[in-house]
């Protein structure tokens, strides 16, 4: 591979400020996709070395995370045969509207990685 794939994402997600539990979503495709991702808000880790998707996962409580920002680092390995596309997708919901930002790629060989860095700001 002549250049590091990179997902890259910083953006902000307007909150209700009404209580409301914030659930994220990683979802990874296509099949034979092999990750490897940390979840932090702020510095605090809330899933550690995931290696498969994670649906309506619990990020807390918005009135705790306003001003906070959501941190999803890691990598994602094509281990498929039948396929290098690699695909990486981010739901959030509970804000004032939900979020949702898809990547994708296909790599030119089986074992390739791309890596990912989203940042997801909070605010009221």
Known sequence: MDQELLFSLDTFYELKSDGTVILLDVLIGDEGQSPDYTVRVNTKKILEHASSSSKNFPV???HDLDGKSLRINGNIADTSKD???????IKLKGGVEDFKKKFS???????????FSIVLRFFA
């Open 60 to 62: 807390g409580n918005d």
């Open 83 to 89: 396929s290098n596309k690699i695909e990486l997708t």
């Open 105 to 115: 790629v296909t790599v030119e060989k089986e074992g390739e990685v791309v890596l």
